[in-house]
């Protein structure tokens, strides 16, 4: 029962809106040409997109927003594999631009990333052994990421405790129903929280307080927040040029310094002074 109510929940705030990405995108669903697909565990074909490191030193397993895909965040995961973070991007079958997908949400979008992120995970485990894996995302998948680095929802445990790091960009919020008030307990990797004191979903997060939450009542420690004056929900494809060049780095360096273990850039993370429009929390 409590793991049908999460679902029910779930298809009732996701059944009407994406997120402000999608949104803002008007392009119908196409076939995407991934950079090759995978089988999920119905039998569904599963989409992936690669940004491949050059000298490859980690993994960062990124989810999109619902709706999205990942061609949305070309700038960041670009920039993420340029610095030998090799990416790989699951186009979710909620996404507008998916062949079998678009309308797709509520209680069967959260199970279908749910198995296509499993396969997906598998799959990096398998052909890049040994490598450092990193999960991230974006709004709905940042819930995604952050469940898969040990929060509890209401429909169970998934957690991985190969996670290293966890890249969590303007968090779906809490969702009544599927996140419950000991959610965040069992999130122990190193987390980077990011959003924007104007970072609101209409009919969906009304205060952007609510994406603190898993900074706030995740266990302390190698807890970073970052909260951009003025940013709002799409602030990873569409703040400003200076934001976003410096969520670019630190970034990295948050992943350098967790995920490869690199104390220059954990030196750069502790001793980093936010210029003007930007605050920093740490816990």
């Known amino acids: 029962m409590k793991r049908l109510t999460g679902l029910m929940a779930c298809a009732l705030l996701f059944g009407t809106a994406g997120d402000v990405a999608a949104q803002s995108d008007p392009a119908p669903a196409v076939a995407p040409v991934g950079d090759l697909t995978l089988t999920g565990p119905d039998g569904r074909s599963i989409p992936v997109f690669v940004w491949p490191a050059a000298e490859e030193r980690a993994v960062i397993l990124f989810s999109h927003g619902l709706g999205g895909a990942p061609a949305a965040y070309e700038e960041i995961l670009g920039r993420w594999a340029g610095a030998g973070f090799t990416v790989i991007a699951p186009m979710h079958l909620d996404s507008r631009r998916h062949p079998e997908g678009g309308n797709v949400s509520g209680g069967r979008a ?93 009919g969906f997060v009304t205060d952007w307080t609510a994406h603190r939450s898993p900074f706030d009542r995740s266990p ?18 569409q703040g400003s040029e200076a934001n976003r060049a410096l969520l670019g780095s630190l970034s990295l360096d948050f992943m350098q310094a967790y995920g490869l273990q690199d104390d220059a850039a954990a030196d750069r993370l502790r001793t980093f002074n936010p210029p003007p429009g930007v605050r920093i929390e740490r816990r």
Do not use: Y
Request: cysteine-free.
């Open 110 to 202: 959260f199970m279908a990333r749910i198995g296509e992120l499993t396969v997906a995970r598998a799959m990096v485990k398998a052909t890049h052994p040994g490598k450092p894996l990193i999960v991230a995302g974006h709004s709905f998948g940042s819930l995604m990421a952050l469940i898969q680095a040990g929060a509890v929802s209401a429909v169970g445990p998934m957690g991985d405790p190969d996670v290293k790091a966890v890249v969590a960009i303007s968090s779906a919020g809490d969702l009544p129903g599927l996140v419950t008030p000991d959610t965040w307990d069992g999130v122990s990797a190193p987390l980077l929280m990011v959003t924007g004191d104007a970072d609101t979903v209409p």
């Open 220 to 237: 302390p420690g190698d807890r970073m927040l970052v909260i951009f004056e003025g940013g709002d929900h799409n602030l990873v494809a």
